[in-house]
């Protein structure tokens, strides 16, 4: 390897763990939203390329759209951070866990009406999983 390479690799791994230090640390909670956040976009690019998406007026792929999501996820991320900060201040360990799990659901919601669009067969009970759970999120 080169020293621009060893330099680059050194970089990217200061940044990260600070990214993570920030974020309250790699916990299992934090890389499953990460996962489910990549699968959403995944599956959200898969549609947009493949399919008619309902998101643009072409139905075709978007760079401004694409944009959006990734903005939107984001300040979800922004949100993990404040969430973690409101942790420390507080002397808490429930308000990250909290938001994290409430934007794991959405992702989730997300992912599964994303694999419904691809005429993935869902069973009934992930629907009706999917309808409770939207439901108790929407306010009264």
């Known amino acids: 390897m080169s020293k621009v390479q060893i330099s680059v690799m ?5 940044a990260g763990g600070a990214a993570a230090n ?9 890389i ?13 690019l898969i549609i947009a390329f493949f399919m008619k998406s ?8 978007s760079s401004s759209e694409c944009f959006k999501g990734l903005v939107k ?19 808490t360990g429930y308000i990250r866990t909290a938001v ?13 009406e994303n694999a419904g669009i691809l005429g993935v067969p869902l069973p009934k009970i992930v629907i009706n999983a999917i309808d409770l759970l939207k439901n108790k999120s929407e306010p009264e």
């Open 54 to 61: 309902k998101k643009t007026g072409t139905g075709s792929l």
């Open 10 to 14: 050194c970089i990217l791994s200061v």
């Open 73 to 91: 996820k984001c300040v979800m991320i922004t949100f993990v951070l404040i969430a973690n900060r409101l942790d420390i201040s507080l002397n």
């Open 100 to 112: 994290i799990i409430g934007f794991l659901v959405n992702e989730l919601i997300s992912i599964v």
């Open 32 to 44: 499953t939203l990460f996962i489910f956040m990549g699968l959403d976009f995944i599956t959200g």
């Open 22 to 30: 920030a974020l309250g640390g790699w916990s299992d909670d934090l």
